[in-house]
C-alpha cells in the first residue's frame, strides 16, 4: 500500500525507513507533527507479522504522541519509532546503536525514548552515537512508574466523574497487562483499597500478583467479561474492538495502553453504552511528562504539577462530552488540535 494512501497517513511530515544489514536492523521513524517542538516517542520493538502491521502502529503511534504533547502543555511534536524484531532473542547493541545513527541523521526532529521491547540500557547504547535520546542512566530512565502514577491519577478522576466516588477503595478494577506500568498501577491501587482482577501471558507475573496483592487471575480472553468497576487496558492497542466491545461489563475503561479503541466508532458506542472512556493519549502522559523534562529542561516540581493536571483536563474533556453528547476521545482530539494546529 502506497503510504500517502496508507488510512493511517494523518498529514504526517516525515516517514523514514532504516536498514543496517550488518545488525539486521529494519526499523520506521514516523515524525508525525513538529509545530510545538522537535518529536519525541518511545522506540518500540516488536515482531511484527508484516511490514505494513509495523507501519500502522507507527504511524498510529506518533499521531497519538502530538496529541498526547498537545494535551499534556507540552513544546514537543509527535514521533515513535519502531524496530521489527523480537526484542528477547534479536535485540543486540550494535542494532541499537545503528538505529541511533539513523536518528542522529534527523537532527532534532525526532528525540527517541524506550518503550514495549526496549530498555534504559537500550537507550544508553543509542546514547553512544546521538544525543537525541531521553530515558537514559542518570536522567529519567525508565518512566514506567511516571505512566502508571499518571493513569492512577487519571483512572480516580473517571471513577469521580462516573461513579462520584473519590477514592477507589472497595471498587473492582480489572486489569489487563501486568508489565512495568501495569505492575506500578496494580501497586498504586492496592494500596488504596481496590480489589484487583488481573491477566497477563506471563505466567510468573500473575502468580507475583496474586501473591502480593491478593489478585484474582484470569485467563488472557476471559478479562472482558469480568464484572467490575473500571477496566485498566494495560497492554497493546486495539483492545476494544467489535468482538470485545459487547463483553464488557464496566462502566469506566481506564488504563495505560494506546489505541485501545479499535476505531472511532467504538468510542461512539462506548458512549451509548453508558460506558465512560478515559482517552488513552490523555491518561497515559505521565511518562513523557518525566521524559519532556530532559528534552525540553524544566524542573521537578513542574513536572508534578503537569501530572497532577491530567485530572484537571480529563474533567474538562469529561464535562464537555456530557454538554455535547460526544465521545470523550473526540472531544480530547478537538483539544489537542486547538494547541498544535494553532501553533502552525
Same mark, same amino acid.
Given at each position: 500500500?502506497?503510504? !500517502? &494512501?496508507?488510512?493511517?497517513?494523518?498529514?504526517?511530515?516525515?516517514?523514514? !525507513?532504516? +536498514?543496517?544489514?550488518?545488525?539486521?536492523?529494519?526499523?520506521?521513524?514516523?515524525?508525525?507533527?513538529?509545530?510545538?517542538?522537535? /518529536?519525541?516517542?518511545?522506540?518500540?520493538?516488536?515482531? !511484527?507479522?508484516?511490514?505494513?502491521?509495523?507501519?500502522?502502529?507507527?504511524?498510529?503511534? /506518533?499521531?497519538? #504522541?502530538?496529541?498526547?504533547?498537545?494535551?499534556?502543555?507540552?513544546?514537543?511534536?509527535?514521533?515513535?519509532?519502531?524496530?521489527?524484531?523480537?526484542?528477547?532473542?534479536?535485540? *543486540?547493541?550494535? #542494532? #541499537?546503536?545503528?538505529?541511533?545513527?539513523?536518528?542522529?541523521?534527523?537532527?532534532?526532529?525526532?528525540?527517541?525514548?524506550?518503550?514495549?521491547? /526496549?530498555?534504559?540500557?537500550?537507550?544508553?547504547?543509542?546514547? *553512544?552515537?546521538?544525543?537525541?535520546?531521553?530515558? =537514559? *542512566?542518570?536522567?529519567?530512565?525508565?518512566?514506567?512508574?511516571?505512566?502508571?502514577?499518571?493513569?492512577?491519577?487519571?483512572?480516580?478522576?473517571? =471513577?469521580?466523574?462516573?461513579?462520584? +466516588?473519590? &477514592?477507589?477503595?472497595?471498587?473492582?478494577? @480489572?486489569?489487563?497487562?501486568?508489565?512495568?506500568?501495569?505492575?506500578?498501577?496494580?501497586?498504586?491501587?492496592?494500596?488504596?483499597?481496590?480489589?484487583? *482482577?488481573?491477566?497477563?501471558?506471563?505466567?510468573?507475573?500473575?502468580?507475583?500478583?496474586?501473591?502480593?496483592?491478593? @489478585?484474582?487471575?484470569?485467563?488472557?480472553?476471559?478479562?472482558?467479561? =469480568?464484572?467490575?468497576?473500571?477496566?485498566?487496558?494495560?497492554?497493546?492497542?486495539?483492545?476494544?474492538?467489535?468482538?470485545?466491545?459487547?463483553?464488557?461489563?464496566?462502566?469506566?475503561?481506564?488504563?495505560?495502553?494506546?489505541?485501545?479503541?479499535?476505531?472511532?466508532?467504538?468510542?461512539?458506542?462506548?458512549? +451509548?453504552?453508558?460506558?465512560?472512556?478515559?482517552?488513552?493519549?490523555?491518561?497515559?502522559?505521565?511518562?513523557?511528562?518525566?521524559?519532556?523534562?530532559? @528534552?525540553?529542561?524544566?524542573?521537578? &516540581?513542574?513536572?508534578?504539577?503537569?501530572?497532577?493536571?491530567?485530572?484537571?483536563?480529563?474533567?474538562?474533556?469529561?464535562?464537555?462530552?456530557?454538554?455535547?453528547?460526544?465521545?470523550?476521545?473526540?472531544?480530547?482530539?478537538?483539544?489537542?488540535?486547538? +494547541? !498544535?494546529?494553532? /501553533?502552525?
Amino acid at each position: 500500500m502506497p503510504l !500517502f &494512501d496508507h488510512e493511517e497517513y494523518n498529514d504526517h511530515e516525515q516517514v523514514v !525507513f532504516c +536498514r543496517d544489514a550488518e545488525t539486521g536492523l529494519h526499523a520506521i521513524i514516523a515524525i508525525h507533527n513538529t509545530n510545538l517542538g522537535p /518529536s519525541l516517542g518511545g522506540c518500540r520493538i516488536w515482531p !511484527f507479522r508484516t511490514e505494513d502491521e509495523a507501519l500502522t502502529d507507527v504511524l498510529r503511534l /506518533s499521531r497519538g #504522541m502530538t496529541y498526547k504533547a498537545a494535551v499534556a502543555g507540552l513544546p514537543l511534536g509527535g514521533g515513535k519509532a519502531v524496530i521489527i524484531a523480537d526484542s528477547k532473542t534479536q535485540k *543486540t547493541e550494535a #542494532m #541499537m546503536k545503528a538505529f541511533g545513527r539513523h536518528v542522529d541523521h534527523l537532527g532534532r526532529r525526532y528525540i527517541t525514548a524506550e518503550d514495549v521491547g /526496549s530498555s534504559v540500557a537500550d537507550m544508553d547504547a543509542i546514547k *553512544t552515537v546521538t544525543d537525541h535520546v531521553v530515558g =537514559v *542512566t542518570g536522567g529519567a530512565g525508565d518512566p514506567s512508574n511516571s505512566t502508571a502514577h499518571g493513569v492512577f491519577i487519571g483512572l480516580k478522576a473517571a =471513577v469521580r466523574h462516573k461513579l462520584g +466516588r473519590d &477514592d477507589v477503595d472497595g471498587l473492582h478494577v @480489572a486489569v489487563q497487562g501486568i508489565g512495568h506500568v501495569g505492575w506500578y498501577l496494580c501497586e498504586y491501587l492496592h494500596e488504596a483499597g481496590a480489589r484487583l *482482577t488481573v491477566t497477563d501471558i506471563n505466567q510468573d507475573a500473575l502468580k507475583k500478583a496474586e501473591a502480593t496483592f491478593g @489478585a484474582t487471575v484470569v485467563a488472557p480472553d476471559d478479562i472482558y467479561d =469480568v464484572e467490575a468497576d473500571v477496566f485498566a487496558p494495560c497492554a497493546l492497542g486495539a483492545v476494544v474492538n467489535d468482538v470485545t466491545l459487547p463483553r464488557l461489563n464496566v462502566p469506566v475503561i481506564a488504563g495505560s495502553a494506546n489505541n485501545v479503541l479499535g476505531d472511532e466508532r467504538h468510542g461512539i458506542e462506548l458512549r +451509548r453504552r453508558g460506558i465512560l472512556y478515559a482517552p488513552d493519549y490523555v491518561i497515559n502522559a505521565g511518562g513523557l511528562i518525566d521524559v519532556a523534562r530532559f @528534552a525540553v529542561g524544566f524542573g521537578m &516540581d513542574e513536572a508534578r504539577q503537569k501530572l497532577d493536571r491530567i485530572d484537571d483536563t480529563l474533567l474538562e474533556i469529561f464535562h464537555r462530552a456530557d454538554d455535547l453528547d460526544t465521545p470523550t476521545g473526540e472531544i480530547a482530539d478537538r483539544l489537542a488540535e486547538e +494547541r !498544535f494546529q494553532g /501553533s502552525a
